[in-house]
């Protein structure tokens, strides 16, 4: 971890640990991977206009979410599978995140348990749930969060079917793997990752070992893949609401007229994410669609977002444009690919500290001095009203 100043060098460490194959998996988008770097530039288009003559000796930017004050305005959004980066990464991660005072998010492909995240992190730990196609599974796993002590069930909704991740095609992933030789020669470069991986082959399930004919890894992972894809309706959120009393968040809402349908559901709060651009690939960035949810739903409903952000002012502007709060998958992946524990404590205290810095440097003491005052756009990608208008145009053709 020496010499780590930014997340990009987390990026760097983490892609020389993995074998392509799984590097690929982390950093893919879809097709031509214009979501990708769309997610990303938005955040460039915008430029944060300076206050000065400000006090900012003394900058707070704890964060208060569903009734809880957060240390810092950044959680960890849900990453499948991360124990195949790491072993027990999930774990680590959301170890990181209750030192940090910030949520996590555990995902529905774990490789944890629910249980042992209540044990470790009921303040911090919230699961997020995929509909599975037997639908006594998703509700056992509501009842076991709650049994768990969790506070917040997220709801995916956006993975209506596979997406073209042709990174994974080239790369032979899949169940079941077809692994070329190439890709089999280049894992050989990463000694400590194989090392890992012969000592503990398939990462394990834990979250579906009881549902799974077999209580191996290979028959459990085989099994969640007869699960995926279930088809998901408003029904299912109609459902989900009923059974769970906790906070419940939708994520992947990105239209303005999902958002008021969920909020008139009882929806608490909105994760505005296009997956981190793995899903549809010729989708808008999450922070070019937030005004116009921000204007359909106002203060009604939690706005969150997730999406492209690397560096602590891309949280503040998220902020700034009409966000509560922000997650963050990559980063945290990085982190702990390449440190453990650490290295992902050591991602969420990169953020941390640029967000420090850039409220010193804007003018800014405390979270409730962000808004739209403080941003100016530079380009037509960024979140402006002509692009509301156009959206709002699309949804006046009602709900589906
Ligand atoms: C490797 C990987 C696995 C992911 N797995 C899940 C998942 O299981 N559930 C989910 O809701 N989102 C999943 N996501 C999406 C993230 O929760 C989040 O929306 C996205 O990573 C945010 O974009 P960012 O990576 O640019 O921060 C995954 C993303 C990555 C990179």
């Known amino acids: 971890m020496h010499g780590v100043v930014n997340i990009d060098d987390l990026r760097?460490?983490?892609?020389?640990?993995?074998?392509?194959?799984?590097?690929?998996?982390?950093?893919?988008?879809?097709?031509?991977?214009?979501?990708?770097?769309?997610?990303?530039?938005?955040?460039?288009?915008?430029?944060?206009v300076p206050r000065y003559l400000v006090d900012v000796t003394v900058r707070d930017q704890s964060t208060t979410l569903f009734g809880r004050t957060y240390s810092s305005p950044i959680g960890i959004a849900p990453t499948g599978l991360a124990g195949l980066f790491r072993r027990g990464a999930d774990l680590m991660l959301a170890q990181a995140a209750r030192d940090a005072n910030v949520p996590f998010i555990m995902s529905g492909s774990s490789t944890a348990s629910i249980e042992a995240l209540g044990k470790l992190a009921p303040d911090?730990?919230?699961?997020?749930?995929?509909?599975?196609?037997?639908?006594?599974?998703?509700?056992?796993?509501?009842?076991?969060?709650?049994?768990?002590?969790?506070?917040?069930?997220?709801?995916?909704?956006?993975?209506?079917?596979?997406?073209?991740?042709?990174r994974n095609t080239r790369n032979g992933w899949g169940r079941p793997l077809k692994l070329t030789w190439s890709t089999r020669l280049e894992a050989l470069k990463h000694p400590a990752w194989m090392l890992e991986w012969l000592r503990h082959g398939t990462p394990y399930f834990?979250?579906?070992?009881?549902?799974?004919?077999?209580?191996?890894?290979?028959?459990?992972?085989?099994?969640v893949a007869t699960q995926?894809?279930?088809?998901?309706?408003?029904?299912?959120?109609?459902?989900?609401?009923?059974?769970?009393?906790?906070?419940?968040?939708?994520?992947?809402?990105?239209?303005?007229?999902?958002?008021?349908?969920?909020?008139?559901?009882?929806?608490?709060?909105?994760?505005?994410?296009?997956?981190?651009?793995?899903?549809l690939?010729?989708?808008?960035s999450p922070l070019q669609v937030?005004?116009?949810?921000?204007?359909?739903?106002?203060?009604?409903?939690?706005?969150?977002?997730?999406?492209?952000?690397?560096?602590?002012?891309?949280?503040?502007?998220?902020?700034?444009?009409?966000a509560k709060f922000c997650f963050v998958g990559r980063p945290t992946l990085y982190g702990v690919t390449a440190g453990g524990r650490p290295g992902a404590a050591m991602a969420l205290s990169i953020f941390r500290r640029e967000i420090d810095i850039s409220m010193a440097q804007m003018g800014a003491t405390c979270i409730a001095d962000l808004g739209p005052q403080?941003?100016?756009?530079?380009?037509?990608?960024?979140?402006?009203?002509?692009?509301l208008r156009s959206l709002k145009r699309v949804s006046h053709g009602g709900e589906r």
Not at 281 to 284: E, F, G, L, T, V
Request: proline share 4%; with cysteine.
């Open 12 to 48: 760097k460490l983490a892609k020389k640990r993995l074998p392509k194959i799984a590097y690929d998996f982390i950093e893919g988008g879809t097709d031509d991977e214009v979501a990708l770097t769309t997610n990303e530039q938005a955040f460039r288009q915008a430029r944060i």
């Open 124 to 166: 911090h730990g919230w699961y997020q749930l995929y509909s599975a196609k037997d639908q006594s599974i998703s509700e056992d796993m509501i009842k076991r969060a709650g049994d768990a002590g969790l506070k917040t069930l997220v709801f995916t909704v956006d993975v209506p079917e596979g997406s073209n991740r042709e």
């Open 206 to 223: 834990d979250n579906w070992a009881k549902y799974a004919p077999a209580n191996d890894a290979n028959s459990i992972a085989d099994f």
């Open 228 to 279: 995926n894809r279930a088809p998901m309706t408003w029904k299912h959120v109609e459902r989900y609401r009923e059974l769970w009393k906790g906070n419940f968040v939708l994520k992947g809402i990105m239209h303005p007229d999902d958002a008021v349908r969920a909020h008139s559901l009882g929806v608490d709060g909105i994760m505005v994410s296009n997956h981190g651009a793995r899903q």
């Open 281 to 284: 690939d010729r989708a808008p």
């Open 290 to 322: 937030l005004p116009a949810v921000r204007d359909a739903v106002g203060d009604k409903m939690t706005l969150m977002l997730d999406g492209g952000i690397r560096r602590g002012f891309d949280a503040l502007i998220a902020l700034c444009t009409g």
């Open 374 to 387: 403080c941003l100016m756009w530079n380009d037509e990608a960024g979140p402006r009203t002509t692009e």
